[in-house]
């Protein structure tokens, strides 16, 4: 039975306040809500600070555990943890990105990125936890290997976007990483050879089905041979690779268009995240969180998505991110202009 | 009177035709001949205040250009000066990029100002000595030196 068969609700579990400004964004620590280790969540937000909130054993409920305060000079934009789990890494409007560890029950700064210009929106770590991307209103994008010690070198920055680049994510299996920005567009960057040399090897513009206002957000599928992107444009797209090509060693495959999905959000998509059953969840400024699905296969044109639920008025104000938890929980986190975060669960109606 | 008869015999005359035509061109051909005269006389005085105006473009052109290769030319040199001192005082990947930054201060074409790779240089340049700066984490800048955002003031 496919998920579009079955019916659904997202119910709300708890409602983290804390944050003293709006929330931007949110990062699940990998590793944890499974096998007995409590669930860890981290957000970032205007206030300039990152907490970290663990779910408590015994109650279920979550609470803060620690306040990343004091290094941030502004706003934290956004936080993303290390594979592993052990380092978290926040970007922010102060031109920075922090890099930190946990040492005992508290986390310390133990290195700082300095060099883009002015805001960083986004951090993302690949697959190995070897390389850290940054990207900014500089309109760079910067990659730095993990060396020893905690020690980060600058490989690569790479220019090519022609506005603020909103957000950078590693492909899941592959040391491809995939941009996008107020421009408009998502570009795709890989590595030649081994050398550090990195460049763009595909643009994915309006003529090429993209989108035609700015790109908020990319997420991959859990297999990474599809990806979803999200848009000012009102329309959240799905893109499709063929992996098998490039994982064999045969040159970049390019990422083609599959579907775009349209006429579900009347504002601003701000967020889009892939669950590894592979549930699309949405975030927008009218408030509300959507999830889709995947439809009837075999139509003429190919895979279709459908909307599985809406749910209205999910915060008081813009959802910012959307987070599903990598543990096989159907959690779902979702950050707020509102100061808020909300810990949701996918279940089957209360009747069932 | 007179005079117009004797025009009009000419004609029908059809004799001496290329003097008329002669006296008749220079009339109406004033304003082109006038036209003429103006625009190479402008011509002739754009040409050598427009040589003014390039040799003062390209002094301050040149001397920034310069500026800014001498400065990296500087910093690499003192790395490099580094490196000898103690070979493992910046890693391979910051010594392959100095490296790197060397070869296209070298390749510069400092006599070609209109060769089309010199802004191409140049940004590899930036681009190469901002990642190194941000790995040894030095902040390194100085009065005169283009800060990225006033590039496009400059070029």
């Given at each position: 039975?496919?998920?579009?068969?079955?019916?659904?609700?997202?119910?709300?579990?708890?409602?983290?306040?804390?944050?003293?400004?709006?929330?931007?964004?949110?990062?699940?620590?990998?590793?944890?809500?499974?096998?007995?280790?409590?669930?860890?969540?981290?957000?970032?937000?205007?206030?300039?600070?990152?907490?970290?909130?663990?779910?408590?054993?015994?109650?279920?409920?979550?609470?803060?555990?620690?306040?990343?305060?004091?290094?941030?000079?502004?706003?934290?934009?956004?936080?993303?943890?290390?594979?592993?789990?052990?380092?978290?890494?926040?970007?922010?409007?102060?031109?920075?990105?922090?890099?930190?560890?946990?040492?005992?029950?508290?986390?310390?700064?133990?290195?700082?990125?300095?060099?883009?210009?002015?805001?960083?929106?986004?951090?993302?770590?690949?697959?190995?936890?070897?390389?850290?991307?940054?990207?900014?209103?500089?309109?760079?994008?910067?990659?730095?290997?993990?060396?020893?010690?905690?020690?980060?070198?600058?490989?690569?920055?790479?220019?090519?976007?022609?506005?603020?680049?909103?957000?950078?994510?590693?492909?899941?299996?592959?040391?491809?990483?995939?941009?996008?920005?107020?421009?408009?567009?998502?570009?795709?960057?890989?590595?030649?050879?081994?050398?550090?040399?990195?460049?763009?090897?595909?643009?994915?513009?309006?003529?090429?089905?993209?989108?035609?206002?700015?790109?908020?957000?990319?997420?991959?599928?859990?297999?990474?041979?599809?990806?979803?992107?999200?848009?000012?444009?009102?329309?959240?797209?799905?893109?499709?690779?063929?992996i098998m090509k490039m994982q064999s060693g045969d040159g970049i495959a390019p990422?083609?268009?599959?579907?775009?999905?349209?006429?579900?959000?009347?504002?601003?998509?701000?967020?889009?995240?892939?669950?590894?059953?592979?549930?699309?969840?949405?975030?927008?400024?009218?408030?509300?969180?959507?999830?889709?699905?995947?439809?009837?296969?075999?139509?003429?044109?190919?895979?279709?998505?459908?909307?599985?639920?809406?749910?209205?008025?999910?915060?008081?104000?813009?959802?910012?991110?959307?987070?599903?938890?990598?543990?096989?929980?159907?959690?779902?986190?979702?950050?707020?202009?509102?100061?808020?975060?909300?810990?949701?669960?996918?279940?089957?109606?209360?009747?069932? | 009177?007179?005079?117009?008869?004797?025009?009009?015999?000419?004609?029908?005359?059809?004799?001496?035709?290329?003097?008329?035509?002669?006296?008749?061109?220079?009339?109406?051909?004033?304003?082109?001949?006038?036209?003429?005269?103006?625009?190479?006389?402008?011509?002739?005085?754009?040409?050598?205040?427009?040589?003014?105006?390039?040799?003062?473009?390209?002094?301050k052109t040149g001397f920034q250009v310069g500026?800014?290769?001498?400065?990296?030319?500087?910093?690499?040199?003192?790395?490099?000066?580094?490196?000898?001192?103690?070979?493992?005082?910046?890693?391979?990947?910051?010594?392959?990029?100095?490296?790197?930054?060397?070869?296209?201060?070298?390749?510069?074409?400092?006599?070609?100002?209109?060769?089309?790779?010199?802004?191409?240089?140049?940004?590899?340049?930036?681009?190469?000595?901002?990642?190194?700066?941000?790995?040894?984490?030095?902040?390194?800048?100085?009065?005169?030196?283009?800060?990225?955002?006033?590039?496009?003031?400059?070029?």
């Amino acid at each position: 039975m496919s998920l579009i068969d079955e019916s659904f609700e997202l119910r709300e579990i708890q409602r983290l306040e804390g944050h003293t400004d709006r929330v931007w964004s949110l990062a699940w620590k990998p590793a944890t809500g499974i096998g007995g280790v409590p669930a860890v969540l981290a957000s970032c937000s205007g206030d300039k600070t990152v907490r970290i909130w663990e779910q408590s054993r015994l109650t279920g409920s979550f609470e803060c555990k620690a306040v990343l305060e004091e290094t941030h000079t502004r706003t934290v934009r956004s936080c993303a943890w290390s594979p592993s789990g052990k380092l978290l890494a926040t970007g922010s409007f102060d031109a920075t990105t922090a890099i930190w560890d946990k040492v005992g029950d508290d986390y310390e700064c133990v290195s700082t990125l300095e060099g883009h210009e002015n805001e960083v929106k986004s951090v993302s770590w690949n697959a190995s936890g070897s390389l850290l991307a940054t990207c900014g209103r500089d309109k760079s994008v910067w990659i730095w290997e993990v060396l020893p010690g905690n020690e980060f070198e600058c490989v690569s920055v790479l220019q090519g976007h022609t506005q603020d680049v909103k957000m950078v994510q590693w492909h899941p299996s592959m040391d491809i990483l995939c941009s996008c920005s107020y421009d408009n567009t998502i570009k795709v960057w890989a590595e030649d050879g081994d050398s550090d040399d990195w460049h763009c090897v595909q643009t994915i513009n309006e003529s090429s089905d993209g989108h035609s206002s700015t790109v908020w957000a990319l997420s991959f599928n859990s297999s990474g041979d599809k990806m979803v992107t999200c848009s000012d444009d009102l329309t959240i797209k799905i893109w499709g690779a063929d992996i098998m090509k490039m994982q064999s060693g045969d040159g970049i495959a390019p990422w083609k268009h599959i579907c775009t999905l349209s006429g579900y959000h009347d504002r601003t998509i701000f967020s889009a995240h892939w669950s590894r059953e592979g549930i699309i969840a949405s975030g927008a400024a009218d408030d509300a969180i959507r999830l889709f699905v995947p439809g009837e296969n075999g139509l003429i044109d190919g895979p279709t998505y459908k909307l599985l639920l809406k749910k209205d008025q999910a915060h008081d104000m813009d959802v910012n991110s959307v987070q599903w938890s990598s543990a096989e929980n159907r959690l779902l986190a979702s950050a707020s202009d509102d100061g808020t975060i909300k810990i949701w669960e996918l279940a089957p109606p209360s009747g069932k | 009177l007179h005079k117009l008869v004797h025009i009009m015999d000419s004609f029908q005359l059809n004799s001496n035709s290329d003097s008329i035509k002669d006296i008749f061109d220079s009339s109406l051909n004033l304003e082109e001949t006038h036209y003429k005269e103006g625009y190479t006389e402008g011509y002739n005085d754009g040409l050598s205040s427009g040589k003014d105006e390039g040799r003062q473009v390209g002094l301050k052109t040149g001397f920034q250009v310069g500026e800014e290769l001498g400065f990296y030319r500087g910093c690499i040199d003192i790395w490099n000066s580094a490196i000898r001192v103690d070979p493992t005082c910046f890693s391979s990947r910051v010594q392959k990029s100095i490296k790197q930054m060397d070869e296209l201060v070298e390749k510069y074409p400092k006599l070609e100002p209109e060769n089309e790779s010199v802004t191409n240089i140049m940004d590899s340049l930036r681009l190469k000595f901002r990642a190194i700066c941000a790995t040894m984490n030095v902040k390194l800048e100085y009065d005169g030196y283009p800060k990225p955002s006033d590039v496009k003031d400059i070029m």
